[in-house]
């Protein structure tokens, strides 16, 4: 929690307060309201989606990227992913969320495997990556944004998804 209090960025949504119900065994958090949910149901539900739209989201999610990678030391995010990306359709303002599983880059490389396996660079399972992970994730975005589809929706599985990923030659 201490890190979402400390991010104040135009792409990242606004956190407000936390508490944990101990009665309910709940952690609730409270954070700014996208009317439209995430981009991945955003363009579920349209299905057309303009390319001009693509291009000022894709602008707005980098500039969110780059907001926590030139922080000292860098955050990398680490489930960056349309479900995970909030607009606001109206205005077109699109937000990075669920930061979760992002982590302070204490050291070179991180070392945990971590994240959506549809949307994890290769490197992260080698358990030896940096902030580039979340280009690749990025990049993973553009292709469900304009295809509508989940990368590699073709496997079955998570096993699958890492053969196809590890076996492509750069």
Avoid at 86 to 107: R, S, Y
Wanted: glycine share 6%; net charge positive.
């Amino acid at each position: 929690m201490h890190l979402l209090k400390t991010l104040k960025h135009g792409n990242i949504v606004r956190f407000y307060n936390s508490w944990i119900d101990d009665k309910k065994k709940t952690v609730n958090i409270i954070t700014e309201l996208f009317s439209s949910g995430s981009l991945r149901q955003y363009c579920k539900k349209h299905r057309k989606v303009d390319v001009k739209a693509v291009k000022g989201w894709a602008r707005q999610i980098l500039n969110g990227l780059n907001y926590l990678h030139n922080h000292d030391p860098p955050i990398i995010h680490r489930d960056l992913k349309c479900d995970n990306i909030f607009i606001n359709g109206n205005q077109g303002e699109v937000k990075i969320g669920d930061l979760g599983l992002a982590t302070v880059m204490e050291q070179a490389n991180a070392k945990s495997v971590i994240g959506t396996p549809e949307f994890m660079a290769p490197e992260l399972y080698d358990e030896s990556y940096n902030e580039l992970a979340d280009i690749y994730s990025f990049g993973m975005c553009m292709l469900e944004m304009v295809t509508f589809e989940y990368p590699y929706s073709e496997c079955r599985n998570s096993a699958q998804i890492y053969k196809k990923v590890s076996s492509i030659q750069m």
